[in-house]
């Protein structure tokens, strides 16, 4: 009679896939929830805080502060996965998300519009929370397997964002019968989205990925640079060229597609399109930034990360050329969006994979926070140089500041990469 083989008989790389398949699922299911609450909470920030105010330029802020909110919470994040594993920093981030959601709850109520901009700023948590969520995904990858496995995480953030604005009118009416004033009903739901994940999170992502990994690889079990995250993030990209090349164009191309995406809305308004042609080109958009990344992390682990960061460059310079000369044409502004998200997704998918591969598993943390940190200080200052540009200027300079900016950083780019050198 045949024994049942032990865990212990099983190969170790045999159990490294078994697990890396759950930590896929976990991931792929807190990236949905947390995406939920991340969309519900956007839907209706900007107006909350217009009625609240009474100010349209102040309404303006409640983008801003999730975005700081996310670049401020990546350090935290990184800093205390690197130290206890990604359950906790991940846990970290979406538990400041839920205490956000409830602030904003709190603020509706007291009609406090400063109190409602802290508690997006931590509402940003759910944001860095996802992106995080995406290094997770790289640290039990086979050789090869970083961009394919990375990209199904980003392609579980299209159920999210899709779906998370259409629950805010229902949520909204659901939280009005439950007591709650109008438009905190929204927040409450995203609190509750934000709770699954953290659920999710702290039950499901055992054993912590990371520490398995640094386990293996034989690496310290707590990262290196101890409290001193950015610094010691510095020094390894010193030392490392093609995670710099990385870590610059994941910047670029998100700077790039928030910087047109955020006045694409203002241009068509301007035109006369009306708020359904809007809403229909930004979820085109939305959908060319998520819905092929299983394609593009496909495409990286075969062809190679630097030529699909190229190809990306190349999509957002189709992208910025075609929005910068649409004038009326709603078609043209509509594929220009298209590209835009496209080349976006080969940033990030293609960047962050190269990106992971390049650094030693024991240091990875503290490189990927700084990453977050500058993706997002990056496309907050893209959004008001943006702004800046339409209002002095006009929506087709904007297509060529970016267009510039993007065809420079492929050109050095390429040149690094031919040289193979730093």
Not at 111 to 123: A, C, D, I, R, S
Not at 130 to 144: C, H
Not at 248 to 264: L, N, P, Y
Not at 363 to 380: E, I, K, W
């Amino acid at each position: 009679m045949t024994s049942t083989p032990t865990k212990a008989a099983i190969p170790l790389d045999d159990q490294i896939r078994a697990v890396q398949r759950r930590t896929l699922g976990v991931l792929s299911g807190a990236q949905i929830a947390g995406g939920v609450g991340v969309a519900v909470g956007l839907a209706l920030s900007s107006v909350v805080v217009d009625e609240l105010s009474g100010s349209t330029v102040i309404s303006g802020f409640a983008g801003t502060a999730t975005v700081l909110g996310a670049a401020l919470l990546a350090l935290p994040t990184a800093k205390v996965s690197g130290r206890s594993g990604r359950r906790a920093g991940l846990a970290l981030a979406y538990l400041a998300a839920l205490a956000g959601c409830a602030l904003s709850v709190a603020a509706i109520s007291m009609g406090n519009w400063p109190l409602l901009l802290v508690g997006l700023v931590l509402v940003g948590g759910g944001s860095a929370g996802n992106l995080a969520a995406r290094y997770s995904a790289t640290d039990l990858s086979p050789k090869g397997h970083a961009g394919r496995h990375l990209s199904l995480v980003v392609w579980a953030a299209t159920i999210g964002s899709v779906a998370g604005p259409n629950l805010a009118r229902p949520a909204d009416q659901i939280g009005m019968n439950a007591g709650l004033v109008e438009k905190a009903g929204p927040f409450a739901f995203a609190a509750l989205a934000f709770a699954a994940a953290l659920l999710i999170i702290v039950a499901g992502l055992r054993p912590d990925p990371l520490k398995l990994a640094r386990e293996r690889d034989g690496a310290p079990q707590a990262d290196p640079g101890g409290s001193r995250t950015v610094k010691h993030a510095w020094r390894t990209l010193r030392t490392t060229p093609m995670a710099r090349r990385a870590l610059i164009m994941i910047a670029v191309s998100h700077t790039a597609m928030v910087s047109v995406m955020s006045m694409t809305p203002v241009k068509l308004h301007h035109d006369g399109s009306n708020l359904d042609v809007i809403g229909l080109v930004i979820s085109l958009h939305i959908a060319g930034m998520y819905v092929m990344s299983p394609v593009v992390g496909w495409l990286a682990d075969k062809a190679g990360k630097v030529p699909v960061l190229l190809l990306g460059m190349s999509l957002l310079l189709s992208a910025a050329a075609l929005a910068g000369t649409a004038d009326h044409r709603v078609w043209q502004v509509t594929t220009a969006l298209v590209l835009l998200g496209l080349g976006w997704s080969c940033g990030l998918v293609a960047g962050s994979a190269l990106l992971s591969e390049s650094v030693p598993v024991g240091s990875r943390p503290s490189v990927q926070g700084l990453s977050d940190l500058l993706m997002n200080v990056c496309g907050a200052t893209g959004t008001i140089v943006a702004g800046a540009i339409v209002g002095g200027l006009s929506y087709g300079v904007l297509g060529l500041v970016v267009g510039v900016m993007v065809a420079l950083a492929g050109l050095w780019l390429a040149a690094g990469w031919r040289r193979g050198g730093g």
